[in-house]
């Protein structure tokens, strides 16, 4: 079974400040890990993913996330955040070469102004 | 391109009745997907069409049914409403491809059952 945890239901920071949007995954074989964001009352939008190649993807409006395999993790990031940023974030998690897409709870992220 | 187009928006339902979410998807992508949204639960697989053809059951399928009616269209049927199953359900799509994979979301439909 895949599974992904992230840890944060809300993470708050101050406009300009960097951010980190956690995020964990469980999976058999190789992970294909993605990034969606979600305004409110709207579908959600893909933001990046990482399928294979290099462990640093860079994606929409400025995000990046990071692969890091030992520690199964796909931490989202971006260097200075900007109030329009506030949204909710969902990491996802597929197996390749299966068709299923696991996501996990969600996390809201709150810039301050 | 209209991406992907759900039906109805919204909709009230009482107990017992029945009723069939509509999806369809103008991109040519032949994975199809139902989620729903709760609060404090995420996104939760209820039903996947991998391709035209073939579905499988995801995390919580009990008391839904769906239809690979062809590429485009994918249903959601609840047979027998209950409260419980009051929720925004999203559909899916996406290709059929090792290097693709994103899922191209609809707009939701808001389904409340009293």
């Known amino acids: 079974a895949q599974s992904v945890a992230q840890p944060e239901d809300q993470v708050n920071v101050a406009e300009g400040n960097p951010l980190t949007v956690k995020c964990t995954y469980s999976v058999s074989g190789n992970p294909y890990l993605f990034w969606y964001v979600q305004y409110p009352n709207r579908g959600l939008q893909f933001l990046l993913k990482?399928?294979?190649?290099?462990?640093l993807v860079k994606g929409s409006y400025g995000f990046e996330a990071e692969f890091n395999k030992s520690q199964t993790s796909f931490h989202l990031k971006k260097p200075s955040a900007l109030v329009s940023d506030s949204a909710l974030y969902f990491c996802a998690v597929r197996s390749g070469g299966y068709q299923k897409v696991t996501f996990g709870i969600g996390t809201k992220l709150q810039v301050i102004p | 391109n209209a991406g992907v187009t759900q039906t109805p928006k919204f909709q009230v339902l009482k107990t017992g009745q029945s009723m069939t979410l509509q999806c369809a998807q103008d991109?040519?992508?032949?994975?199809m997907y139902w989620y729903r949204q709760d609060p404090g639960m995420g996104l939760r697989l209820i039903y996947y069409s991998a391709s035209e053809g073939t579905t499988d059951k995801g995390e919580v399928p009990n008391g839904y049914n769906v239809s690979r009616l062809n590429k485009r269209e994918f249903s959601l049927r609840l047979e027998s409403a209950a409260p419980s199953q009051t929720s925004v359900y999203f559909c899916?799509?996406?290709?059929?491809?090792?290097?693709?994979?994103?899922?191209?979301f609809g707009e939701g439909s808001r389904l409340t059952v009293l």
């Open positions: 899916a799509s996406k290709l059929l491809g090792e290097n693709t994979g994103e899922l191209f």
């Open positions: 991109m040519n992508h032949n994975s």
């Open positions: 990482y399928i294979t190649g290099d462990n």
